[in-house]
């Protein structure tokens, strides 16, 4: 009886060579199959958390005086004092976070790839959007727009070029002529409202891509994320309402850190 061989609908996967046969070091190799990637995505994520979670506690500063978070940003700058030249090591922090959220972007977009291969048929499992379906269904959406929202923080409030009143070394005066301007005040709402949101299933996602998965801790794992999520919506958003009402408004008063005000304005005389 003749008999047929049935080829696996899914060919095995096959550890990439490098040149001459030989295999690729084992980072690399690890890399580049789905764990390794949900790894990386895990850690640099929790990498992620930890710098936001941080940023928006040295931001409440700002309810502390104009001295206290001027004091805050120059001491950032001059992290370890004469041990290092200034700037040094926030320039090793910015760099390793800039890899981290490089890492993060390249992992989640390969893992998408293969997620698209492996299940080509529109398919829902069980278990998908396990922590919440709208949260993760609009994880892509979310990511670009914290990206965008990024992009535009950085060059509004680090480099300036986005903000005509900006005044390098005094941040206090920095965010309050920021967020000022209602548009960019509603872009910071909008985009930590979406950053929420990738937060939440994000710090949900984590315990699972390190494979922390038991049913057991599902609930705790929720409730982190649930809370994780709305104290940074909660911090970062209060930051522009804050503006917007006149319970924080631009400071000229002498500081430790003297920094010029507008000579025109609202808020261009001294008080």
């Given at each position: 009886?003749?008999?047929?061989?049935?080829?696996?609908?899914?060919?095995?996967?096959?550890?990439?060579?490098?040149?001459?046969?030989?295999?690729?070091?084992?980072?690399?190799?690890?890399?580049?199959?789905?764990?390794?990637?949900?790894?990386?995505?895990?850690?640099?994520?929790?990498?992620?958390?930890?710098?936001?979670?941080?940023?928006?506690i040295?931001?409440v500063?700002?309810?502390?005086?104009?001295?206290?978070?001027?004091?805050?940003?120059?001491?950032?700058?001059?992290?370890?004092?004469?041990?290092?030249?200034?700037?040094?090591?926030?320039?090793?922090i910015?760099?390793?976070?800039?890899?981290?959220?490089?890492?993060?972007?390249?992992?989640?977009?390969?893992?998408?790839?293969?997620?698209?291969?492996?299940?080509?048929v529109?398919?829902?499992?069980?278990?998908?959007?396990?922590?919440?379906?709208?949260?993760?269904?609009?994880?892509?959406?979310?990511?670009?727009?914290?990206?965008?929202?990024?992009?535009?923080?950085?060059?509004?409030?680090?480099?300036?070029?986005?903000?005509?009143?900006?005044?390098?070394?005094?941040?206090?005066?920095?965010?309050?002529?920021?967020?000022?301007?209602p548009?960019?005040?509603?872009a910071?709402?909008?985009?930590?409202?979406?950053?929420?949101?990738?937060?939440?299933?994000?710090?949900w996602?984590?315990?699972?891509?390190?494979?922390?998965?038991?049913?057991?801790?599902?609930?705790?794992?929720?409730?982190?994320?649930?809370?994780?999520?709305?104290?940074?919506?909660?911090?970062?958003?209060?930051?522009?309402?804050?503006?917007?009402?006149?319970?924080?408004?631009?400071?000229?008063?002498?500081?430790?850190?003297?920094?010029p005000?507008?000579?025109?304005?609202?808020?261009?005389?001294?008080?």
């Amino acid at each position: 009886m003749a008999t047929t061989t049935r080829r696996s609908a899914v060919e095995p996967i096959k550890a990439r060579r490098t040149r001459e046969g030989e295999a690729a070091p084992w980072p690399v190799a690890f890399y580049r199959s789905a764990v390794g990637k949900k790894w990386v995505m895990a850690v640099t994520g929790i990498m992620l958390m930890g710098f936001v979670l941080t940023h928006m506690i040295g931001n409440v500063k700002l309810y502390l005086s104009r001295e206290e978070i001027n004091l805050y940003g120059e001491a950032l700058r001059d992290i370890p004092g004469h041990l290092l030249p200034r700037t040094v090591f926030l320039w090793t922090i910015r760099l390793g976070l800039i890899a981290a959220f490089g890492l993060h972007m390249h992992s989640a977009f390969s893992l998408t790839v293969l997620n698209r291969k492996a299940r080509p048929v529109t398919y829902q499992s069980p278990r998908d959007y396990v922590a919440a379906s709208f949260a993760a269904r609009t994880m892509r959406v979310t990511g670009i727009i914290v990206i965008l929202y990024l992009i535009f923080h950085l060059l509004d409030l680090t480099a300036g070029t986005a903000n005509p009143d900006f005044v390098r070394g005094d941040p206090y005066n920095n965010l309050v002529r920021s967020f000022e301007r209602p548009l960019v005040a509603i872009a910071y709402i909008v985009a930590n409202l979406a950053l929420g949101v990738h937060l939440f299933h994000g710090a949900w996602s984590i315990f699972q891509s390190l494979g922390i998965n038991n049913p057991r801790y599902n609930l705790a794992r929720k409730r982190f994320a649930q809370g994780f999520a709305a104290i940074i919506v909660i911090g970062n958003v209060s930051f522009p309402l804050a503006v917007i009402t006149g319970v924080v408004d631009q400071a000229c008063e002498g500081t430790a850190i003297e920094s010029p005000c507008p000579a025109s304005g609202a808020f261009g005389e001294e008080n």
